[in-house]
């Protein structure tokens, strides 16, 4: 017997061997598919479940814990507000031309509708200039030649001159004070005397406006 007599049960036996083979790789191939779908799964149960409890955690801390408390403010004697507003600038009104100005008797003169005036003094010995509020009697500013500190710069205490240096004061002292306008009402026969003009032009050109705008009604 030659070689030829074993050819064909040779090549049934490849099939077969050949066929196992393939049916073995494909048992492998399908078992490592099985095996990973079941890891994936497990996976994601076990992701789900760690989602679910961490949900479930928060929630429970949600309703069992509580808020911290605010803490109390302290307040010192130093910052503690006032109930009761007082307005420590009250001129902001007359400034804005707000505030309100006593009309006073229509026959009365001079008019009493100012918030500031002004009185000019001229008698045998000295000279007076004072301001006076709408709301006060006392004078809020005044100069007079009776003062040493300008007493003692005159010759006279009466004359044309005095009564220059006593605007010359009187408005550099209004402008200190915060005051810019103020009404100035004379007799006219007064007012065109040369003492009256000198006093006038003096508080003038010291910045000192001699009179107040019209009340605005809002």
């Not at 050949?18 to 078992?31: D, P, T, V």
């Not at 009761?84 to 001129?91: A, L, M």
């Not at 209004?174 to 508080?203: D, H, L």
Request: charged fraction near 25%.
């Amino acid at each position: 017997m030659g070689p030829k007599c074993f050819l064909p049960e040779t090549r049934n036996i490849f099939r077969v061997t050949s066929k196992w083979l393939r049916s073995r790789k494909c048992c492998q191939m399908a078992l490592f598919t099985d095996v990973c779908r079941s890891v994936r799964t497990l996976l994601g149960q076990s992701q789900r479940s760690a989602a679910a409890a961490a949900w479930i955690h928060c929630q429970l801390s949600r309703k069992y814990s509580k808020a911290a408390p605010d803490p109390e403010p302290v307040v010192s004697e130093n910052e503690a507000i006032n109930k009761t507003f007082v307005n420590r600038n009250p001129r902001n009104l007359e400034q804005m031309a707000l505030a309100v100005k006593d009309r006073g008797w229509g026959t009365a003169w001079p008019s009493r509708q100012y918030y500031h005036r002004l009185v000019f003094r001229r008698t045998q010995h000295h000279i007076t200039a004072e301001v006076f509020s709408s709301d006060s009697i006392v004078p809020v500013l005044s100069c007079s030649t009776k003062e040493w500190a300008l007493k003692r710069e005159l010759g006279s205490t009466r004359s044309v001159a005095a009564c220059r240096a006593v605007g010359d004061v009187l408005a550099q002292r209004c402008r200190e004070a915060g005051i810019t306008r103020v009404v100035y009402r004379e007799i006219p026969w007064k007012f065109r005397s040369e003492a009256n003009q000198t006093f006038w032009m003096a508080m003038k050109e010291g910045g000192v406006t001699l009179n107040e705008p019209r009340r605005k009604f809002i």
